[in-house]
């Protein structure tokens, strides 16, 4: 009896467990990107836009775009798959123009300043995101309109999708971090106050990747 009794908490505390991580996936992706609005003011200089636009390109809408398929924290979890993948595609299609906008401030920003371009491992490391960003968006067509996935699985095209996907969200997360460490944010807040914004990215990478990695095998289980 109390075997049967471990068994079955065992999935409850499984389910909870995920369910918290999958909020608290959502409450910092909502409260990083506001805070960091608040700080850049967007509008008030060509500066401003690019940390705004590319924390809510990889911060929020790529986060919310993933977690639109979290079985455990979806805000549409009782919609069907073909409206989830809707929501995800607007999601990311919102990401890849804020990335792309973000790019072009900060490009727009040091040609007015006479500056040198991508001179910074952020700098580089963002440029190269943003490129893989709308790689991984052309990639994703044959998904929306099938009869382009001619003589490919479309389960191997979803699982490559997911893959792919997670390793541009982490080049995003790792984009962000990096640019915590520029003069600009670190001359902006406080020491105690960088190590916290600096755990948001790296919880909401690892907790996406836990979300990815956990549903690849379940389907791995499925299969088997």
């Excluded at 960003?133 to 309109?145: F, R």
């Excluded at 699985?153 to 996907?165: I, T």
């Excluded at 600009?184 to 406080?190: D, E, L, S, Y």
Aim: glycine residues 6%; aromatic residues 14%.
């Amino acid at each position: 009896m109390a075997k049967g009794s471990e068994t079955e908490a065992e999935p409850r505390v499984y389910g909870f467990t995920r369910t918290v991580s999958a909020w608290l996936a959502h409450i910092i992706s909502v409260v990083f990107s506001v805070f960091v609005a608040f700080l850049s003011r967007p509008g008030t200089s060509w500066f401003s836009w690019h940390p705004f636009l590319m924390t809510l390109a990889f911060g929020f809408f790529m986060t919310e775009g993933i977690l639109v398929f979290s079985p455990h924290g979806s805000l549409i979890q009782k919609y069907s798959h073909k409206t989830k993948s809707r929501v995800h595609l607007v999601l990311q299609s919102l990401c890849a123009s804020c990335a792309v906008l973000g790019l072009a401030a900060i490009f727009y920003n040091k040609h007015l300043s006479d500056k040198p371009h991508f001179t910074s491992w952020h700098g580089l490391l963002g440029l190269l995101t943003v490129c893989v960003v709308g790689v991984q968006s052309l990639a994703a067509a044959p998904l929306n309109y099938p009869f382009l996935a001619k003589g490919w699985s479309l389960a191997k095209l979803k699982r490559y999708h997911a893959a792919s996907g997670l390793v541009v969200y982490l080049l995003g997360s790792t984009s962000l971090l990096l640019g915590l460490c520029s003069a600009w944010f670190t001359a902006t807040v406080r020491e105690y106050t960088w190590y916290l914004s600096a755990l948001c990215p790296v919880i909401c990478a690892v907790l996406i990747m836990n979300q990815v990695s956990s549903a690849y095998v379940a389907k791995k289980r499925l299969q088997s």
